[in-house]
């Protein structure tokens, strides 16, 4: 009697014993999905997932050792403790393998390794992951598409480690992730990084980027970042622009109506003085020469005077007309916004209207020039072009900035940069480029260095219908210390070779 | 005309037929870890049940004067196996999990204790008479004593005590001077308690470390519930229960049948010990040594299966007992079936 109340107990009234038996017995197993591939604009993976064995061995003597070892192709490291990892990328046949007969002493644990193909040229742009999460650049910013989603299974298993699948059991496949068709070419990418390189080694550079982009549809091509790291110098860091800012001083004193094509002003050879400081010119002329002239020469004390005659205000309109101080809202990780505020002393509207007192990234000044090279519209720059099965093909215009009227008048005038003033080393023999050089003080301790400067080149081509857009920033170069002596053969060796692969590719 | 007891035979089967399925499904894992055909245990104990059903025979048409005649022999032959499972080497006597219990024959490996048990009942329910003088008694006592002395040496000590309890509560009901009884139990009762702080193993099963079998049979049972998992479908027997099927196997009856069946299981063997004790008291008029020996084989029975179930459900600290009819494992079987066998013979005697 006394043994069926204890077993009615146990059986029926007692949940302890309950509770034991459903968290023993059912063992709720995650699957994890494959990621996403990232593809460049020609199908080419830049990011893709696979799945792949990680081969512990937790016995002393593996029987075999060194003949497993072999045949799995991996190395040997004796020295780490039990269980030790032998390798992470054993292909997935090799399971069985691996894991009968038990005694061996390996087991294997699958999971998808993330493989970038093109990781030198591309590490700053596409990111990398961590256990699953997109930690930088792409792999984060579209993480949510990448990711996927995970599956639950509940399976039973034994107490020597055995695991039975439950049939009908609660389960929840894993989803794949989605994946990504992008706007960069692989192909440009690779140009672009390798002249980067180059030039930042060459010139000593702390860092540098390249962006080349369709200034058509604002889709970027490539973007290029040295030295290596997952830091994307392009749009994370601020910077202030320099000379390259000056074609927007000059678009709104013609907007204004406050020059007209044949103006001529009066440049001094020593800069002028604004409240006591000194605005210098690089080009060491003096006399009278046409505005077009000052900008092609990039005569830093005729837009200083330019800008005081026009006023704070308007700078800062224009300013923000063609997008700085707001974030271009890529679809990348990191984006800042650049610092851009309303200016009242005229020496700060004298620095504002050289492009100096306040801080951009570099695709904002892509998708500056943009608006002069395709007729006047402000775009969002594109990095997408599919997500799974949904296209991302249209152009999304913020809004018209110039009438054509002037974005004409702006492309002869950053033609002629290149023809013969500033950017001439930009030039190439058969394809008409404009572009507008950059040398940037840097702001230290206080005042602006003469020595620590960003140089910069942007430029597009061909003129008549601009396809590309490109824009080369090197910081702290320390031998050619203006942008158009190291910016600029930059631009010319990567536009080269970009029109040498176009070529061969139509 | 007298007929017999038609309801033990058919019980009988009944559970032997119960048994066979629950060693299949507590064995089959098991089975399949040790690299075997998952009906491994089951073949083998299937056999084993044709084999007592034989023995059932037997014991149902042995000639019960000659049986009485021999039961000295008998009880010295098993009091000799004893001995020599002690002093036999490992191929006939193997060492298993530290303790020497079973005889290697060549078709089957027997626990000599089952068979010594099966004589112990038979030798005092044949002198029962003579067993009221407590001279005689006090004799066949320490007879008895060297046996039970050499199984727990073995060591199998919860044997030991079942022999003692069975030979205890049968002299009670012969009729032996129940102060001697309740003496002698006392110091055998002190004996064990020595024993148990002696061999380190038994100790181990009274502390809290070995509760983990313990453990593992209530978390079955409770998985079981009311109405049970299903056969086939219970977890228990994945090794987290060991000695599934045999010291456990109760476990697994109450996990994959529940609550229900279990108790009907457990009815069903209280069913035959009920009756043999029914038979046992129309007997004690006309055949007191029949009587005495239904009331012995009725007790034998009883007190292996509260045992079994009393260390299932953790009233008891786990011990090998295992469970008449049901749990894996020959000798047990057969020599239960033997006695079950002339328990059906003796209920022709009267009429229930």
Known sequence: MIVIIKLFHIQILDSKYKNLAKNQFKLKITRFPQRGTIYDRNLRPIAYSIPRLMVYQYLDSVVDYYGILKYLKIKDNTNSKLPKLLSDDVPIEYRKFIISPKERGLFAIKYYKRLYPFFEISQNLVGFVSDMDGMEGLERSLDMYLKGSVGYEEVFQSADGKRFYIPYSNKNEPKRGLDVITTIDMKIQNIAYNHLKNAVISEGANWGFVIVADPQSGEI?????????????????????????????????????????????????????????????????????TYGEALSYSINSAFAKLGITMGGNELYEIARRVGFGIRTDVLLNGETNGILKRRYKNIDIANFAIGQGFSINGLQMVMAYSCIANGGYLVVPRIILKIGDTLYSNRIVVRKCFSSDISNKLKLILLDVVERGSGKLAKMDNIKVAGKTGTSQKFLDGSYSDDKVITSFIGFFPVEYPKYLIYVVLDEPKFNKFGGTSAAPVFKRIARDILKYQTLKF | MLKNDIYILFVYLILLAISTIVVYTSSSYLAYVSNKPDFYYMISHFSKVLIAIGFFALGYFTNLEILKKYSFYIFFVSLLLLLLVLILPSPIAPEIRGAKRWLNLFVMSIQVSDIYRLAVILLISFISKSLIEYKNFLTIFLLVFIGIFLIAIEPNLSTAGMIVLIFLITSFYIGVNITLIGLIGLVLFLLGILAIYSFPHAMARFSSTEAYQVLQSKVGLAHGGLFGVGIGDGKAKFLYLPDAHTDFIFSIIGEEMGFIFAVFILLLIMFLVIRGLIISYKLSDKFFEASVLAFAISINIAIYTLGHISVVVGIFPPTGISMPFISFGGSSLIVNSFLLGILYQISRLTRI
Request: glycine share 6%.
């Open chain 1, 221 to 289: 091509l490539a973007m290029a970042n040295y030295p290596n790291s997952y830091k994307n110098y392009s749009i994370q860091y601020m910077y202030e622009p320099g000379s390259t800012f000056k074609i927007f001083t000059f678009a709104k004193a013609l907007e204004l109506n406050l020059i007209s094509d044949s103006d001529s002003v009066f440049v001094n050879r020593d800069g002028i003085l604004v409240d006591g400081y000194r605005i210098k010119n690089v080009e060491k002329t003096s006399g009278y020469i």
